[in-house]
């Protein structure tokens, strides 16, 4: 079945650690791919996306993200996480690559905690 | 410029009532998605509406209904509520038709009673 796969629920951090969240797809072919945070009790701020070109695309607040074609993989980064970036994290994809209009697919998302 | 927003914040109404939730889009944008989002888990795609025509919708029950208007703003209307229907629901707004990048409004929360 066509999915996005988040594998993990919590990260634990500490502020000025690296950061690697996880996303994984399972569609035919490669779709759109993108990356939305969520502060508490807000909407969602789009990250970053990848449409085609360069794998490895620079976002907004620092992160970036590397898609990997062989692993059905667009893996979210951060060299050094501030306070600031306690949110929640989805991964999501549009499977018909602009040509559809059924939506963007979600991650089921992953937490992100900082520890001081 | 202005996002995309979201009226009212908050809502609280008891089973068996009808909702209305209101979304404007960012200026320019002509197409307008709703998604629910129930706690702790990532939004659902209910419809996409483009020049006034519903152009998606996902797997929700005919509850739910949802018309845009010529300023390209929308209205999402759920009747018949349940207590399964509390959720954030989330409103965004995209250039043309076809996903590509979506930007959200800030959402309406419905509690259902």
């Known amino acids: 079945a066509q999915s996005v796969t988040q594998p993990d629920i919590h990260i634990t951090v500490s502020e000025g650690a690296s950061l690697e969240l996880r996303c994984n797809y399972s569609y035919g072919a490669t779709p759109y791919l993108f990356w939305y945070v969520q502060s508490p009790g807000q909407g969602l701020q789009l990250l970053l996306k990848?449409?085609?070109?360069?794998?490895l695309v620079q976002g907004i607040k620092g992160f970036e993200a590397e898609f990997k074609r062989s692993q059905s993989s667009f893996n979210l980064r951060k060299p050094s996480v501030h306070w600031s970036d306690a949110a929640e994290y989805f991964c999501a994809v549009d499977p018909y690559s602009g040509g559809g209009a059924d939506g963007l697919t979600f991650g089921k998302g992953t937490h992100l905690i900082i520890q001081p | 410029d202005a996002g995309v927003t979201q009226s009212p914040t908050h809502l609280i109404k008891t089973r068996g009532q009808q909702v209305t939730l209101r979304c404007s889009p960012i200026s320019g944008h002509k197409s307008v998605s709703w998604y629910q989002q129930v706690l702790g888990q990532g939004p659902q795609f209910i419809f996409q509406?483009?020049?006034?025509?519903?152009?998606g919708r996902g797997n929700f029950p005919d509850r739910f209904s949802a018309r845009q208007f010529p300023n390209y703003s929308s209205e999402l209307n759920v009747n018949a509520l349940l207590l399964g229907d509390s959720a954030l629901y989330l409103c965004?707004?995209?250039?043309?038709?076809?996903?590509?990048?979506?930007?959200f409004g800030p959402g309406t929360r419905l509690t259902v009673t």
């Open positions: 509406y483009y020049e006034k025509e519903e152009r």
């Open positions: 965004a707004s995209s250039l043309t038709r076809g996903v590509r990048e979506q930007y």
């Open positions: 990848y449409f085609s070109g360069d794998t």
